[in-house]
């Protein structure tokens, strides 16, 4: 073997201490690790001929390097990996199972979007002195709690451009039972234009058919805001 491969071999415990993933975190905090360093400190250990990390770059191209993929993985399908066992298996659907635990948690002390102002209020950090117009969804659990703010548009002064499909591509994708839309008027206006209502037909129709209701269509504004299912026009 060529001097190049025996260095590219070198076990994790021969890097330079700030290289090896636990001696990183230690020094550089949790953050400054990648996806597949993480991973190798969770199975521990390479084979002999590939670190660690090594190991868990090729676990993870398997999953496309794609965390939620990773975490559909069963111990059978992680054993199939060279240097994984059913341990090694085990530990990363645990550390995935914590993550995906943790997650549920979140979402059930998120604010519960009840009504126009608690929505109004929630959206405030992201629109409130715009200078241009943007078009926002909010997705949301059965609890009306939000699982996610997407911002699907950033347009000019007085519109904005917005594509029906990639508003329920990501309620699909993210399971939102409910959404909430929110644009804000730089103008200050509050009255929703004819294209605001025509569009948001558009939408609620749309979501009848795939099951996932629009909650309401806030209209934002520095000094107040316009709300359709205040106004009864959903």
Not at 125 to 154: A, G, H, M, R, Y
Request: charged share 30%; net charge neutral; glycine share 6%.
């Amino acid at each position: 073997m060529g001097e190049e491969y025996i260095q590219k071999r070198l076990s994790i415990l021969q890097w330079a201490e700030d290289d090896r993933p636990r001696e990183k975190l230690l020094l550089k905090g949790k953050a400054s690790l990648s996806d597949a360093e993480l991973v190798a400190i969770l199975i521990g250990s390479g084979t002999k001929d590939e670190s660690a990390v090594d190991v868990a770059k090729r676990i993870l191209a398997l999953a496309e390097n794609d965390l939620n993929k990773l975490a559909r993985m069963g111990v059978k399908e992680l054993s199939k990996i060279k240097g994984i066992g059913e341990a090694k298996a085990i530990s990363i659907i645990a550390a995935m199972e914590i993550g995906r635990r943790r997650k549920e948690i979140e979402r059930d002390i998120a604010p519960r979007l009840a009504d126009s102002k608690s929505i109004y209020n929630f959206m405030r950090p992201d629109l409130l002195d715009l200078p241009t117009e943007q078009f926002w969804i909010l997705l949301l659990n059965n609890n009306l709690c939000p699982i996610k703010k997407v911002k699907v548009s950033d347009g000019g002064i007085s519109q904005v451009i917005v594509d029906l499909r990639l508003i329920f591509k990501e309620a699909l994708e993210n399971l939102a039972t409910q959404i909430v839309l929110v644009h804000n008027h730089p103008s200050g206006k509050l009255v929703p234009s004819q294209e605001d209502r025509n569009f948001t037909k558009k939408i609620v129709d749309a979501g009848r058919l795939l099951q996932i209701q629009v909650v309401d269509h806030i209209v934002f504004a520095n000094t107040g805001y316009y709300s359709f299912a205040d106004q009864n026009e959903l």
